[in-house]
């Protein structure tokens, strides 16, 4: 678990001009990385895209770029300092880190609505899934991510959690215009920022987890290219499946063999095992030992069995014939 956080919340400032913009965009260098959240009505291809907050260490200031009031002069602008240096640019640029929870239907309002084709992506959400003991075949909110990973001043984790789900009641009672309001309020504003305040503290409590390794950086960076990918394809991306749910190595054999041998399967020699043959759990040299904790992943990739060859294949078909004994 990370360390307690500072016990201020950040101050979010106001881009609302051009002008603004490109006194912003001149704190960001070549070598930056920053931290990005986006808001809108129904964010993506069908809704809006209002708000872009940006938090760009080690400064803790958090910027809410008013894209409503701007329109496409917000990715257009030039920086102050360089002229070839706007929002989308920077965006765009792989060299530039940006880290996001969850960046699905982030990256699908940038492409869809103001063609900002974002890279460079860490997706914080799969970087919690990927180092995370035990079973991770799910994602996990921003939320819970907090309330669990983080030591926060107990009235810092109240005010942030109620600034959270008085917006949420608000957005579900059907207050469709809550971040195309204006003027701000400040609960839109002290949400907002709350999306990014905590993201670098994250990152650093799930580097410091013992399954971490910066070998599966380049992992890490492909699985967030791909979703960035998959969200901005013509057709076929959901922004509400129910499959959004389930973290991406699911469906990797040899990340689904790994998490299997962490949560109770044992791959073994076919002649070290003979006993395990009249239980009918032995197969091209695997013993599988059936847990509970390993049901939701045999509920959702034996359906994609088809998918899938070899090892991978053998270890999901074992684990589907298992379910009966395993499922409580």
Known sequence: MAPPSPSTTPNPSLVTNVQALRNFLATIGPSSSIYV???????????????????????RKVRII?????????????????????????????????YLWDVRNDADALKSLYHVAISGVIDLQLLENLTRQGNSFYVTGLDKAVENDLRLDQQEQIEWKKTKEDIRKRMASGDSGIFSTRPFTTPVLRYCAGDVQFLPLLRKAYEARPAYTPK????????????????????????????????????????????????????????????SQKDGNQSEGLCLKPTKELAPFVLVESQRQATHRGLGSTLISKLASLMKRVMP
């Open 37 to 59: 959240d986006l808001e809108g009505t129904n964010l993506g291809r069908g809704g809006t895209l209002d708000l872009i907050t940006v938090l760009v260490p080690p400064d």
């Open 66 to 98: 008013d894209v409503k009031a701007m329109g496409n002069q917000a990715f257009t602008t030039p920086s102050k300092k360089d002229d070839n240096v706007t929002l989308k640019s920077i965006l765009e640029d792989p060299s530039i880190r940006k």
């Open 216 to 275: 599966w950086w380049t992992h890490l960076e492909n699985a967030s290219a791909k979703r960035v990918k998959r969200a901005c394809s013509a057709k076929g991306y959901n922004a509400t499946g129910a499959t959004r749910a389930v973290g991406p190595w699911g469906s990797d054999p040899a990340y689904f063999f790994r998490k299997g041998k962490q949560l109770g399967l044992r791959a073994t020699s076919s002649t070290s095992q003979k006993g």
